[in-house]
Every structure is written in C-alpha cells, then in structure tokens.
C-alpha cells in the first residue's frame, strides 16, 4: 500500500477512505502457525499449530473466531489456504466454526495452482484439465476467488464472517500470461523474472478483493440513493 513498486489502487483508495490501523504484528514468522494465532488469538506458544509441517491440527475443543461468531448468527465462510488440519484431523475448519471453507486444506496440497482437485467441506472438488505442478487449465486462485465472491453476495444482507487466507504469492508462483496482474509487470520492473512474478502475486492477491469490496458497497449506496432519494436520507433520532 502507498508503494511505487507494486501497484495496489484499491488498497490505496481503502486507506484514504477508511481507517488505517498502522500497529501490526505476525503471530508467527511462518504461514500455518500465524493462521492458527490469527483465527484463535492465541500467542503462538500456546497454539496447536506451530511449524509448517502440517502434521499437527487445531484441538477439537480449541476455539475460533468463526466459531465464536457463528454463535451469534453469523454466516462463516473461509476460501483459500486452511493449514491448521487435514481432512479426517480434529482441525478441519467446518469443525471450527465454518459453514463453508473452499480451497487446499493442506500445505503442501497449496504448492501449486493447478491441482487435480480443490477441497470443499472436506470433500474433493475435480479442476478441470489439472494434473498438478506448473500446468493445466483451471487457475485455482480465480475459482477461489468467485466462490468467495459468490459467499458474500449471497449473504450480503445478513451478518457475515468471510475468511480469504489467498494462496498468492506461495508455492510455485505461478500466474497465467493473461492475468492482468502479470500484464502490469511482465515488462516493467528491472528485477529478476521470479521477483516479477512474486510481485503480480502480490497484486493479484489483494487488488481483486477490495475492488470488489468497493463495487459492492458502490452497489448497495446506489440502491439506498434509489430507495431513499439523494436529499431523502433515512434520518436517524438521536435518543434523550
């Protein structure tokens, strides 16, 4: 964000718009132990997961941010990298809160973009053409992203919970050719290739999302504007 390297308009359109919060921290130096802290606010020497190995899930009694809200009504949903319990594990997240966790389950499963299959609710979903490793015909990040998408609106009016631990940048760092994020810097940066491709992950990571956190909000301004009038807001009594 705020950067001259990596282009991120929308986050930088979010930062002006919204609230910045500048104090922040990893709850671990690795991927799978900061997911683990993050989702259970744990420090990370009294999580279950601690390391990237993979072996070792969340605690069938340890509880979660998606769990804690889906006692009060929300609907949860998680797309992305789970990494805190492979299927049959105590860790899996539909047994930690979520409705609804689409994407790789496991570390290593995440190491490339074109899997044979994604996980939905511990059950395996076919990506067309993919055999794994470097090739193939289904780009798993942009099904991840329109489930997620698809997540939102359909419980855009109602509470909800939306988990995005994306894959990208991770793994192989794979991005197709026609990607708009790669398009931004397949030629202009005067870095090595692989540093290219990391920063089009990068953007392709989270540029995406919050143009389309703005198109929605966008939306549901204009459908109030519609409903209420542009000098017809909804006024709001202040109480005695």
């Known amino acids: 964000m705020g950067g001259v390297t990596i282009q991120t308009p929308n986050l930088d359109r979010m930062a002006a718009e919204g609230i910045r919060m500048n104090n922040l921290f990893a709850g671990a130096p690795v991927c799978a132990p900061t997911r683990c802290s993050l989702l259970t606010g744990k420090h990370s020497g009294h ?19 998606a769990s804690i809200l889906k006692q009060h009504g929300y609907a949860t949903g998680g797309f ?17 809160g979520f409705d609804l966790f689409f994407g790789y389950y496991d570390q290593v499963h995440a190491h490339t973009y074109y899997p044979p299959y994604l996980i939905r609710n511990s059950q395996e979903v076919k990506l067309e053409g993919n055999y794994g490793g470097s090739g193939g015909k289904t780009y798993s990040q942009y099904v991840i992203h329109e489930a997620a998408k698809t997540f939102i609106r359909e419980h855009a009016k109602e509470p909800f919970f939306a988990y995005l631990p994306y894959t990208p940048p991770h793994g192989n760092f794979d991005i197709p050719d026609t990607d708009p994020s790669w398009t931004i ?27 389309g956190t703005f198109a929605s909000t966008d939306r549901h301004e204009r459908d109030r504007r519609a409903k209420f009038g542009k000098q017809d807001d909804p006024k709001v009594t202040k109480p005695n």
């Open 185 to 211: 810097y397949e030629g202009g940066l005067r870095v090595p290739f692989i540093a290219r491709w990391l920063t089009a992950q990068a953007t392709q990571a989270h540029e995406p999302v919050v143009e």
């Open 47 to 65: 999580t279950s997961v601690r390391a990237n190995g993979g072996g070792t899930p969340l605690r069938a009694d340890e509880v979660t941010i």
């Open 80 to 96: 992305g990298k789970w990494g805190c319990g492979g299927r049959d594990s105590t860790g899996v997240p539909e047994k930690h």
